[in-house]
């Protein structure tokens, strides 16, 4: 019975290089979410998606920020050409089939950029 | 701009004491709050959730809501030590996504 799943669970980029971050939602979940939590601050929202759906990408930075949930694999969150600001904490949550569930957030992914 | 304000503490309490941990928001139109507990360096872990006006227990905690006021609250009776950590407050979004809107938490420590 596992929860959701996030790898890496830490990344180190250069500046310049692309991140890969993978979520898979718990079993018989469909909503999935990203947030960003910079160091010391509150959890931001990025990105709403469903299977092969981006719902809601309203807190998605305009540039280099993309992200996916294909029909078969996990959700991935792309970051291209990464900057130093781009270092934080990326959470994945899901949430069952109705979209109003509660949300369950995975162990996060701690993003380095030197 | 849909907003969740919690005061950033530290919330000091002696242990054993009750922790009241408060949290406003801006969308009126907001239906579902949610209370999560994250340890330094962890993920948040869901404490509670309510959706309607009054309080709501479970175990140790309490969750209030006043929607008049746009008003949440979390009670933690007898405090423990291993409570010490940030509660964020969250607002269900009512753009028809249901994304969260948090506050940036507020810093609780209990004071062995």
């Known amino acids: 019975n596992a929860g959701v799943m996030q790898n890496p669970r830490h990344l180190v980029r250069r500046r310049g290089q692309e991140a890969r971050l993978r979520c898979s939602p718990m079993?018989?979940?469909?909503?999935v979410y990203w947030y960003r939590q910079l160091p010391e601050e509150g959890l931001k929202f990025m990105v709403y998606?469903?299977?092969?759906?981006?719902?809601?990408e309203s807190g998605m930075p305009k540039e280099r920020f993309s992200a996916e949930f294909p029909k078969e694999g996990p959700s991935i969150l792309r970051i291209q050409q990464v900057v130093r600001g781009d270092s934080a904490a990326y959470f994945c949550?899901?949430?069952?089939?109705?979209?109003?569930?509660?949300?369950?957030f995975g162990p996060g992914t701690r993003l380095t950029v030197l | 701009q849909k907003e969740v304000e919690q005061n950033s503490g530290p919330l000091s309490v002696p242990e054993g004491a009750i922790a009241s941990l408060n949290c406003t928001y801006s969308d009126r139109g907001s239906q579902s709050f949610f209370w999560y507990r994250q340890y330094s360096g962890k993920s948040p872990e869901l404490i509670m959730f309510?959706?309607?006006?009054g309080d709501k227990e479970d175990g140790r905690f309490t969750a209030q809501l006043n929607k008049a006021s746009q008003y949440v609250s979390l009670l933690i009776r007898d405090s423990q030590p291993s409570d010490s950590a940030t509660y964020l407050c969250a607002a269900s979004s009512t753009s028809g996504t249901y994304k969260y809107i948090f506050g940036t938490g507020t810093r609780l420590k209990v004071l062995a």
């Open positions: 309510i959706y309607s006006n």
């Open positions: 998606l469903q299977k092969e759906n981006i719902i809601d």
């Open positions: 949550a899901s949430s069952p089939l109705r979209s109003t569930d509660t949300q369950y």
């Open positions: 079993k018989g979940h469909s909503h």
